[in-house]
């Protein structure tokens, strides 16, 4: 069965391979970035070797909140209902981390943008659907400070927290929404794949990347995956495996998900 898959951060690395390889398949594809450019190379590139599949582009920066939700309305006006949403886009090593209102470019486009996308989507799947969002094995306990913007991390400690933060949410959805929702799944795609990301934080060509798209089109498509809600994937193991404790802590994360809305309606974003 074709399904219609939203991937966020498909022109490059981890997504883009992930979008290829649904293509292949046949799945009708939203895909998202935020170059112009880039998004039509890919476009083209994939419709070229693979003609049958259908692909819709959208175009949004996710450091701007305000881009986040006119992203959502766009998808909301176009379709009805989404089977699959990959939040794969992410970053790690910036130049200047810090928007002009002061706030973690780490925290927005890893943690928060995602959220509120996921959010705002919600009433287009059902309980056949699924959220996958990409954590890390690099998890940290986060400093709400820090994801106020009133305290400047490192890149590794803010990738570490924004990444335990999204599993958190993750888990925390997975316990709140009732039987009608789509199921809430996060996964390490597996560490120091060789996206662009990593070659610019570390240095390094790292491992095939192949191996991260491979476990994200596992998620959206295989039985494996189809009632596992709230739980996390490491694919450094290749299993199911737990997350750091934190993102088993309700209150914790109740607290998380409630700084999160503050920062974004401080952002001027609506959550749903």
Known sequence: MKKTILLTGATDGIGLETAKLLASKGHTLLLHGRSKSKLAQVTKSI??????????????????????????????????????????????????PVTDSGYDIRFIVNTIAPYILTKHLLPLFNSNGRIINLSSAAQAPV????????????DSDAYAQ?????????????KSLDNKAPAFIAINPAS???????????????RDIGIGANVLVRAALSDEFSSATGKYFDNDLGNWSQP???????????????EIERVANELGAQIP
């Open 47 to 96: 419709s070229q070797d693979y003609p049958e599949t259908t692909i819709d582009i959208f175009l949004a920066d996710l450091t701007n909140l305000s881009e986040v939700e006119a992203l959502a309305v766009k998808v909301k006006n176009h379709y009805s209902n989404i089977d699959v949403l990959i939040n794969n886009a992410g970053v790690l090593k910036i130049p200047n």
């Open 143 to 154: 400093n709400l400070e820090a994801l106020k913007g009133e305290q400047l991390l490192s």
């Open 162 to 174: 924004s990444k335990l933060a999204i599993t958190m949410w993750t888990f925390q959805l997975s």
């Open 192 to 206: 120091f794949l060789g996206s662009k990301m990593v070659k610019e934080a570390y240095g390094s060509l790292g």
């Open 244 to 258: 750091h404790p934190d993102a088993l802590d309700e209150a914790k994360s109740k607290l998380l998900i409630l």
